[in-house]
T-cell receptor, first 116, second 111 residues
Framework: GAVVSQHPSRVICKSGTSVKIECRSL??????MFWYRQFPKKSLMLMAT?????????EQGVEKDKFLINHASLTLSTLTVTSAHPEDSSFYIC????????????FGEGSWLTVV | KQEVTQIPAALSVPEGENLVLNCSFT??????LQWFRQDPGKGLTSLLL?????REQTSGRLNASLDKSSGRSTLYIAASQPGDSATYLC??????????FGPGTRLSVLP
């Protein structure tokens, strides 16, 4: 079945550095990808929606200069957390819409980011 | 704007009990509803997906029902086991939109 691969699953970075998380659709073309973030004991919240080849649409309150999203191909979207701070430590998860498969949305396994 | 709530927020039961987790949503024009499981420090595991035209889905000891008109879904877990301990998330997808997640129910099954 369709699979969305997210990498890395866990990452630790130093405060002030940038970290990139990749989201790949392995056997389908993802016309749209979504990035979510989960704070402790909270529900997953949508950060941004990205369509291949165009700029991402960010949800209110999400800093687009801090959370850079690139969707350069139909199988890859990246989320870069720039100048990371400890408060950026969270669980980040992507999902991808299979445009040719009934618009089914598949989720990645998520990435745990810890900023020290 | 779609809003999803889940009741209870936390649940602790002895092993072997049957239990029901509840999910409510405000906008009934949904495309589908999905139940996920999340273990501490882990990603999401999809449990059951119910399309808007369906009333329920079953997988093993899990049964999820959907009542669109009332904006409700329930996840029924039969004969609970300690391995079922996790956070259970309900997520609703509306046409042309993204998933909206509920806050989750933290389940603890005691041996």
């Amino acid at each position: 079945g369709a699979v969305v691969s997210q990498h890395p699953s866990r990452v630790i970075c130093k405060s002030g550095t940038s970290v990139k998380i990749e989201c790949r659709s392995l056997d389908f073309q993802a016309t749209t990808m979504f990035w979510y973030r989960q704070f402790p004991k909270k529900s997953l919240m949508l950060m941004a929606t990205s369509n291949e080849g165009s700029k991402a649409t960010y949800e209110q309150g999400v800093e687009k200069d801090k959370f850079l999203i690139n969707h350069a191909s139909l199988t890859l979207s990246t989320l870069t957390v720039t100048s990371a701070h400890p408060e950026d430590s969270s669980f980040y998860i992507c999902s991808a819409r299979d445009g040719g498969g009934g618009n089914t949305i598949y989720f990645g396994e998520g990435s745990w980011l810890t900023v020290v | 704007k779609q809003e999803v709530t889940q009741i209870p927020a936390a649940l602790s039961v002895p092993e072997g009990e049957n239990l029901v987790l509840n999910c409510s949503f405000t906008d009934s024009a949904i495309y589908n509803l999905q139940w996920f499981r999340q273990d501490p420090g882990k990603g999401l595991t999809s449990l059951l997906l119910i399309q808007s035209s369906q009333r329920e889905q079953t997988s093993g000891r899990l049964n999820a029902s959907l009542d669109k008109s009332s904006g409700r879904s329930t996840l029924y877990i039969a004969a609970s086991q300690p391995g079922d301990s996790a956070t259970y998330l309900c997520a609703v997808l509306n046409y042309g939109q993204n998933f909206v997640f509920g806050p989750g129910t933290r389940l603890s099954v005691l041996p």
